[in-house]
């Protein structure tokens, strides 16, 4: 198994990235709604079209289940230092909770 940290701040951002050799963007934005918090849009960089909107990052679960057909090659998990549990909040996105890729190594 190999693990990549995406370079996620507690900012709306938006950036390109390459998962399992294939090129994306990255836009990450707050949602500030009751229930809600940090999503993730995936954008194919060659054609610009994006290919999974609103994921939400959210602890427990790979963020890209159910979207295995998108073929992205790995997925994504948020884990928050010291509470495996704990969701990114407004503040702590990048600095305690973080994003990985992670990917399953060819045998």
Avoid at 53 to 76: F, H, K, M, R
Avoid at 78 to 84: K, L, P, R
Wanted: charged share 20%; glycine share 8%; with cysteine.
């Amino acid at each position: 198994m190999s693990t990549y940290l995406l370079p996620l701040t507690n900012v709306p951002q938006k950036f390109a990235i390459s998962l399992a050799g294939k090129d994306y963007i990255v836009a990450c934005r707050w949602n500030d709604a009751p229930e809600s918090g940090w999503v993730i849009n995936l954008i194919d960089e060659e054609t610009n079209v994006t290919i999974a909107s609103n994921i939400p990052l959210i602890t427990g679960a790979d963020c890209l289940e159910g979207l295995q057909y998108l073929e992205i090659g790995g997925g994504l998990i948020v884990y928050t230092d010291g509470d495996e549990e704990a969701v990114p909040t407004l503040d702590n996105l990048g600095v305690e909770s973080n994003l990985y890729f992670v990917t399953e190594d060819d045998a």
